[in-house]
């Protein structure tokens, strides 16, 4: 028997159904804008990412990349915390990595394990760093960890150029700046041949189902659900609070170190300035979709990396950039972060007052 006043569809799933309908609706006013026809775009993109083998293969290498970087974003947010550097501490992790690659000589597994163990560490400390401002200095770690992401971009740019390549001379003048090419034993396997699908996928997924066991199932991670939710609340609890806010730092900024690890040893086997296209923003955004919910970074990683794999084939054979995509996505988060129920309560609230004027001005 349905409750009294227990609306028959939840709002998640309205809130859901309308962002979808406003987002194709956009889609399509912005690509007929274009010339081109919304269904023909579609189907390119649904060729671009699933057409193939190779095809698919591509849509699980950017599935990759943005499910880990979503699960870094997704254990700070869920937490409370607003940890914003998440490429920083990508970029840090990618060169520790291809250093780690190129410069020891290991086993297969080992070295492997040795360059994302790196790449982690390297992430974690990163992270440390505004966690520990905020703490100790009371600096905003919204506005340190984003200005935490120039630095380090800078400082990994400046490391390559100068240390790793030895100088503007040495490098040529070359605008793509980069490291040796990591060993044969510190590379990931390819998933299939010709493509740079690899066995990182299994690395992100069992990344996320941790992140999923750990808050559904243990203590620690209810505590910091709790944080996330009332910081104040939860201190009053009995929960640490600033060593859980110090955890979380660390661990999202594992994740996303480790993320820059599986980019280099899974992908482009070598750390290369600005590598990272837009990543940790990706991963911001799959996580807000997801309303910081693993299982559902898992599944908005697939729809963004289809839609990134897609996107490249749409743009080669329509005369629609792939920028065009990238606008729809951010849309859609847009329409997501509206409260629709808000809205409605409002509207009704204007309609009982418009009615009740009229009854007053009859009167």
Known sequence: MIEKNKPLIPPVVTQYVVSLLMTFASACILILAQGESPFGAMKQIAIGAFGSLANFATTIRWMT???????????????????????????????????????????????ILFCLSVAALAGALYGAVPALLQLY????????????????????DYLTVWIIMGGLQAANGSASSTTPQIERSAQLATLVK??????????????????????????KGFELTQMGRNRRFARQGGVNVTGSFLLVF???????GLSGGVEVSGSYHRFTSNFSKNISWDGIMITRVAGNNP??????????????????????TTSLNRLTVNIIQMLFVLFVSINYQWLLDRLSLCRAAWRKKEVEVKA
């Not at 660390?250 to 996303?256: D, E, R, T």
């Open 295 to 316: 299982v559902g970074v898992v599944l908005v990683s697939f729809i963004w990396g289809a839609l990134k794999a897609g996107a490249m084939h749409m743009e080669r």
């Open 194 to 219: 010709g493509t740079t699908a690899s066995t990182g996928i299994f690395i992100a997924l069992a990344v996320a189902a941790l992140a999923w066991f750990v808050f559904r199932f243990t203590i």
């Open 250 to 256: 660390l661990v999202s900024g594992l994740i996303a």
């Open 137 to 156: 200095f009371n600096v905003s770690e919204l506005i340190s960890s984003l200005m935490l992401n120039f630095v380090a971009v800078l400082i990994t």
């Open 65 to 111: 990349s943005c499910l880990m970087a979503g699960i870094a974003a997704m254990v700070a947010f869920k937490s409370g915390a607003r940890n914003m550097g998440i490429e920083g501490q990508l970029y840090f992790g990618a060169l520790a990595a291809a250093v780690a690659g190129y410069s020891v000589q290991l086993p297969h597994i080992p070295h």
